[in-house]
């Protein structure tokens, strides 16, 4: 079988779900031909954080227009979009193609080109009459890379309770609630590690006056982020609006790191309530700050607690495992043909 991946390099979470992915699908199976293809708007900005040099054992094409993928005989092509995206697919949706269209969906808008439609998280689509095919898979997240941490290169973390966020450097995304919930419990044993903040990030912690935080650029490195994760004890997850999956959540879960949540815009879907199974009571919905930096606190003294949620959560991560992930999206492909 010959899948096309349609592919942008940047460091959103839908540029590494491709990665993760079209990495997953070439591991399972040696009879599977990945080709990646891209266009001049799939580049990033910054070439530093490009994950271009990540596809180095891939046949890479360049695409001008977007008839041409009809000369490369593939069985089927996978699209990642979340909807309003002209800017980037032009007329893709006009042209008529000789195979079949798979499109990883992560913003639910409905008027693209497709066979099928898979959504990241059934939380997406909950009370919606979704007017074509579609299904759901959970989105694919690597196994860690490393055991190591972070705390000998960095000594001010060595024998503290380390707090943690990464995500993308987004004002736009950002959420002052895990800093502030972080400041009623902070003291000399505990510390907060921030990876790729936004300029408010850095203010919002100078404004309350946060002595043990440390922040860290952000980065593509795999080996490094799993050592990122390594070096948290908690995550702290906090987004204004919610997530229609939460790569970072299940990052750190695979990673057997207990995550701690809020709920964000109510009209915006709130996955990581699902990603989080039955552990919801991480997930704060009443009172935010103060039961935020209590579910926090009690990560830090409830050793038990903080063992079993641990192991829970990184046996729920499975889930979200790329092998099992490429798994599903591999009968998508043997479904449509």
Request: charged residues 20%; positive net charge.
């Amino acid at each position: 079988m010959r899948i096309g991946q349609w592919a942008h390099f940047g460091m959103g979470g839908a540029s590494k779900v491709i990665e993760v992915l079209s990495k997953g699908l070439q591991e399972i199976s040696k009879g599977l031909e990945v080709i990646i293809f891209y266009n001049k708007v799939s580049l990033p900005i910054s070439p530093n954080l490009s994950r271009f040099a990540h596809y180095k054992n891939f046949k890479l094409v360049k695409i001008e227009n977007f008839q041409d993928l009809n000369n490369f005989n593939l069985d089927v092509l996978n699209t990642h979009r979340g909807g309003r995206d002209a800017w980037a697919f032009s007329n893709f949706d006009s042209l008529n193609y000789n195979f079949k269209i798979v499109e990883t969906n992560f913003h639910g808008v409905y008027t693209s080109k497709k066979n099928i439609t898979v959504y990241p998280s059934n939380t997406m689509i909950q009370n919606k009459k979704i007017p074509f095919p579609h299904t759901v898979i959970y989105n694919p997240t690597f196994s860690p890379k490393t055991e190591e941490n972070l705390r000998n290169e960095i000594p001010k973390l060595k024998d503290k309770f380390v707090y943690g966020r990464i995500g993308r450097s987004d004002k736009g995304v950002f959420s002052r609630i895990n800093l502030q919930a972080y400041k009623n419990i902070e003291n000399e044993s505990t510390a907060f590690l921030y990876v790729a903040p936004c300029m408010d990030a850095i203010r919002e912690a100078e404004n309350l006056k946060i002595k043990n935080i440390i922040f860290l650029p952000p980065t593509i490195d795999e080996e490094r982020i799993s050592k990122i994760y390594n070096t948290f004890d908690v995550f702290c997850h906090s987004n204004p609006f919610g997530e229609t999956f939460g790569n970072t959540v299940a990052e750190a879960m695979i990673h057997s790191k207990p995550v701690v949540s809020h709920i964000g815009q109510t009209k915006w879907p709130q996955a990581q309530l699902e990603l989080l199974g039955d552990c919801s009571e991480l997930f704060i919905t009443k009172d935010i700050l103060d039961n935020y930096s209590n579910m926090m606190k009690k990560l830090m003294a409830d050793k038990k607690y903080y063992s079993s949620v641990s192991t829970y959560l990184k046996n729920r991560a499975q889930l979200f495992q790329y092998h099992y992930i490429a798994k599903q999206y591999l009968n998508v492909y043997e479904e449509l043909l």
